[in-house]
């Protein structure tokens, strides 16, 4: 689904990613991993538009989208989240959610004037998806909370329904487990492995959690100073010599 070939990206005299090449098999939830400073956020940043690379090129469905912007992939249901949330914080749950679809009626200066009944039936349509994200994700009875109060892990969850209300083809976590206690960090697992096996979604993840990335991740990419190391299972990527050696050892080990 997802093709990278070649991305090089500097920032001044640092090579933040040399030469990186990777493919993301659609239906996958493929992990992504490395150190701090590995280049795998600024690969993430590349992919979804925020960075432009200085070279390569990438790929979606055959269709080469290097250099798109974020509101471009939108379009195309290729979608980002953030280590830390971005919520609309005086909103409702309910509210966030149903600001994420595009091209909504509502939004259009005629159509407020003089198609009451076609913007009354779209936001109809798009509060029953709402419900169901909701009701998918466990959080009904944080229907009417304010999005600003709640924890960092409900954040995390309200972003991973956002992702839901387009029907997204691919969605790049960043950092899912960041901050997040291990209770609601087993209901987003489950949420991203029902998403996957039940409506089909693609995922790239980067984690530092190792019992994350174990859960759900097939395979796992490992990335060391910019470049693609290893990749392969994660019972290959824990028991791999040159990957132990080169920066996570007992991280690695920890975990298994």
């Not at 309910?94 to 679809?101: I, Q, R």
């Not at 009904?140 to 304010?146: A, M």
């Not at 209300?165 to 209901?187: H, Q, W």
Request: net charge neutral; proline share 1%.
């Amino acid at each position: 689904m997802l093709t990278i070939k070649n991305i090089k990206k500097k920032f001044g005299g640092l090579t933040a990613i040399n030469d990186v090449s990777m493919n993301i098999s659609k239906g996958s939830i493929t992990g992504l991993i490395g150190p701090n400073g590995a280049g795998k956020t600024t690969l993430f940043n590349v992919i979804a538009g925020s960075l432009k690379s200085d070279n390569g090129e990438i790929f979606f469905d055959n269709e080469n989208i290097t250099g798109l912007k974020a509101h471009e992939l939108f379009k195309k249901n290729i979608l980002r989240t953030f280590q830390i949330a971005h919520e609309f914080s005086s909103l409702t749950v309910l509210e966030n959610l149903m600001m994420v679809p595009g091209e909504q009626y509502g939004e259009k200066l005629l159509y407020s004037w003089f198609g009451n009944s076609i913007v009354s039936k779209q936001e109809k349509n798009i509060r029953q998806k709402a419900v169901e994200v909701i009701d998918f994700l466990n959080l009904s009875h944080l229907t009417q909370e304010l999005a600003g109060n709640l924890s960092g892990g409900q954040k995390k969850l309200l972003e991973l329904g956002r992702t839901m209300m387009v029907d997204a083809k691919l969605v790049l976590l960043d950092e899912v487990g960041a901050g997040v206690n291990r209770t609601l960090l087993n209901e987003i697992s489950d949420a991203i492995i029902r998403l996957n096996k039940e409506k089909n979604y693609t995922f790239f993840v980067i984690e530092h959690d190792m019992d994350l990335i174990e859960k759900i991740c097939d395979p796992v990419i490992v990335m060391a100073e910019g470049s693609v190391l290893f990749e392969g299972s994660f019972k290959e990527v824990k028991s791999n010599e040159s990957v132990i050696e080169a920066y996570l050892g007992k991280g690695i080990k920890k975990a298994g």
